[in-house]
């Protein structure tokens, strides 16, 4: 088993998300983390999926992906160069006191303060999942009051693109 | 042209050629049925919805074409489900029409909304939603092109009460451009070339095919294959028929209920040419055992059959006549005298038996209904038993023959399909063989062959038990009959009287011939009930996850 992140061109029509992520629940695999956005063409939008499944068996999902009729195009990123970052917001406890240590912190990683109130502020980081999971560690000293985070999304790195098969 | 919804549904029915429909009509499809009416186009009405599906897939198993399902809203729909899904497993071609409520009321819990096409996601190859009158030609050329070409399967179209009634402008597109769609059809020259490479060197080959080579059409060239190359040929119970049961090499049907010869074939076999078929459980048993020595080639359309149960050495994919008629033109043959000598040594040596002593057997009655019936027969199947033993002892000469619920297996199938085949083929003989379990999952029928003098012969292998199941239990749960047994059911003859058709019946050996011979002679529909022994096994058996060649019974 091991983390594989694949991108998945599809048509943008009602039910569209439903086809694909259902195929992974079918057949008994959990999708870790999903998102959904646009790309250049209208029409098209890009899905990044991370699922936690061995070599063989995401083989298998990506041939049931692609029988489906809206699925234009899949690429595995998981083996080659590419760059993949989420999105995390953390609603943390911020005592007048504790305030300049959060900034403190928020600084080494990069972070952002985006919100804050009497006791507690909104810290906005992106990076790749260990960096993520790094700050949250660091945060929970101060006391996590709520989190919520995007999927992962990801390009390959130079001049390799998922092409559209529409022309 | 300006046409309305429900002008534009029969519009493109008659640009795809499509004579007949099956269905049930109900407050969602009103529009459409008024349609139906006022332009006469031949609807078969069936007494549940299930029954219109399944004679639906019996239409397009039995002709090769598409078969057109209309049905209500809500319960309708979901009455179509299981239909739906036995098609979709045996990748049969349909065209399902659903009504749906009114755009406005979608997802408001209205009267008689179900959300079909979220139901049906997983059991359609793909499903539409008609939202708007403009898209409605466009989803039907997509759909009857879905349906039917690659590996086919059933398409849901759900049209909306309102959209039926609207008028929109109609051009029929003459083809359809579906970007996320491209089927494979030639095989990959190289791949083919190794395969045949392999072939040639193989001193134990043998073909395994399956439901692919009915749906591409490919029987001749199948049989082309294994002459020319003297290799033996097993066939699943979907790909029953497209080898004819007299030929040498054909060694019957694998599996848990297969011959000696064909899972012995498959253990000792060097090469094993898989055509069109799945490596289904029933077929390989334990896998880790199946075809422990060979080199394993697969031929299938669909990619994504290849190495979705057992590792492939040789993935060919394809359309399988294309396939075989390319390996045909590049054909040497190896050295398999031997083998082929050993194989046939197998098959005369342990054939299929049972002894007919005491009770009337289930496969007299089988191998009576095989040799009355000429050769020429359609025959549909319920599943269980009587399935397990129509493909034991019918010689199914032909494709599309054999109209069997293999891959959902499910019971009530047969009766309905038999009524789709007839259909089709109203001057051909169609014989349903049924259990007494199954055939009372679908019984209301008999008012659809009465109503259409749809002369369709129903055999019921009656044992009085759910016999498969029953079987499972004395051989696996120490004869506990939990539940199996139909105590209660109607008396055959007088049902099937009771609707207006004939009803025959046999409870001795030699009742048995006279009885189908009458049946088979009447002009209308009729119903035999044949009382078998109770406790008569399918034999020989494979226990579930077992090796195949690990087999029980049927030595005397």
């Not at chain 2, 042209?1 to 008659?14: D, F, Q, S, W």
């Not at chain 2, 590996?151 to 451009?177: C, M, N, T, W």
């Not at chain 2, 073909?207 to 040929?233: C, D, F, K, M, R």
């Not at chain 2, 197998?346 to 009770?359: D, T, V």
Request: charged share 20%.
């Amino acid at each position: 088993m091991g983390k594989r992140v694949l991108a998945i061109l599809v048509e943008d029509r009602p039910g569209v998300l439903t086809r694909v992520s259902g195929l992974f629940s079918r057949r008994g695999y959990n999708i870790q983390n999903i998102a959904v956005g646009r790309t250049m063409e209208p029409g098209i939008s890009r899905m990044t999926v991370t699922v936690d499944a061995d070599p063989l068996t995401v083989e298998q999902i990506v041939k049931q992906l692609n029988k489906q009729i809206n699925v234009l195009k899949i690429s595995d990123l998981t083996d080659e160069p590419s760059v993949g970052r989420e999105l995390l917001l953390v609603k943390v406890k911020a005592e007048p006191d504790k305030r300049g240590d959060i900034q403190q912190m928020a600084r080494t990683f990069r972070a952002r303060i985006i919100d804050l109130s009497p006791d507690s502020m909104i810290v906005e980081v992106t990076g790749n999942n260990e960096k993520l999971e790094a700050f949250l560690l660091m945060m929970q000293e101060f006391g996590i009051k709520e989190i919520a985070s995007t999927g992962k999304v990801a390009l390959f790195r130079g001049n390799k693109l998922i092409r559209e098969t529409r022309n | 042209m300006k046409l309305t919804g429900a002008e534009m549904v029969l519009a493109c029915l008659e640009a795809e050629n499509v004579d007949v429909v099956f269905g049930f009509p109900g407050g969602a499809v009103l529009t459409l049925y008024d349609e139906i009416y006022k332009k006469g186009l031949r609807h078969i009405l069936s007494r549940h919805e299930q029954g219109a599906v399944h004679a639906a897939d019996g239409y397009a198993r039995a002709s090769g074409r598409p078969g057109v399902v209309f049905a209500t809203s809500g319960p309708g729909a979901t009455n179509l489900v299981t239909g739906i899904a036995t098609a979709y497993m045996d990748s049969i071609p349909l065209i399902i029409i659903t009504g749906q409520v009114a755009r406005p009321f979608i997802g408001t819990d209205a009267f008689q909304e179900a959300d079909i096409t979220g139901i049906t996601l997983p059991i359609t190859k793909h499903n539409y939603l008609v939202k708007r009158i403009e898209e409605l030609p466009h989803i039907f050329k997509e759909a009857f092109t879905i349906a039917t070409t690659g590996r086919q399967g059933p398409v849901l179209i759900d049209l909306p009460k309102d959209l039926q009634a609207e008028e929109g402008e109609f051009h029929y597109p003459s083809r359809a451009e579906i970007y996320g769609y491209r089927p494979t059809y030639e095989g990959h020259q190289g791949q083919i070339a190794k395969a045949l490479a392999r072939l040639r060197k193989a001193k134990k080959p043998l073909i395994y095919a399956g439901g692919g080579v009915v749906s591409s059409g490919a029987h001749l060239e199948l049989l082309e294959l294994s002459q020319n190359g003297a290799i033996p040929v097993t066939t699943t119970l979907t790909g029953m028929g497209s080898i004819p049961y007299d030929y040498e090499l054909f060694l019957g049907m694998p599996g848990m209920h297969g011959t000696y010869a064909a899972n012995h074939a498959i253990n000792e076999s060097d090469l094993l040419l898989t055509i069109g078929a799945r490596f289904d459980d029933r077929v390989t048993g334990k896998i880790e055992h199946f075809a422990p020595d060979a080199c394993i080639i697969h031929i299938d359309i669909d990619p994504a059959e290849i190495g979705k149960n057992i590792a492939v050495h040789i993935p060919i994919v394809g359309d399988v006549r294309m396939v075989l008629r390319e390996m045909l033109r590049r054909f040497k043959k190896g050295e398999t005298e031997k083998w082929c000598a050993k194989v046939k040594a197998w098959k005369a040596e342990r054939p299929l038996r049972y002894k007919q002593e005491g009770h009337l057997k289930p496969q007299f009655v089988i191998e009576e209904l095989n040799r009355l019936s000429g050769g020429e027969a359609i025959v549909a199947t319920d599943v269980g038993q009587h399935q397990m033993w129509t493909a034991q002892y019918f010689q199914f000469n032909k494709p599309r023959t054999l109209l069997s619920s293999g891959g959902l297996g499910t019971m009530g199938y047969g009766f309905p399909a038999a009524i789709g085949a007839q259909v089709a083929f109203p001057d051909r003989l169609v014989v349903c063989i049924a259990g007494d379990g199954s055939f009372q999952m679908n019984s209301q029928e008999l008012a659809t062959v009465v109503h259409y003098q749809l002369p369709v012969k129903v055999a019921i292998i009656n044992n009085q038990y759910l016999g498969m199941v029953r079987q499972w239990q004395k051989m696996f749960y120490e004869g506990r009959y939990s539940h199996t047994s139909m105590d209660g059911s109607p008396d055959f003859v007088r049902l099937a009287e009771a609707y207006g058709a004939r009803g025959l019946r046999a409870t001795a050996i030699e009742e048995v011939g006279p009885v189908i011979e009458e049946a088979f002679q009447s002009p209308g529909p009729v119903l035999m009930d044949f009382h078998v022994d109770p406790e008569e096994n399918v034999l020989p058996m494979v226990a579930p996850n077992t090796s195949i060649v690990d087999m029980i019974g049927g030595e005397e």
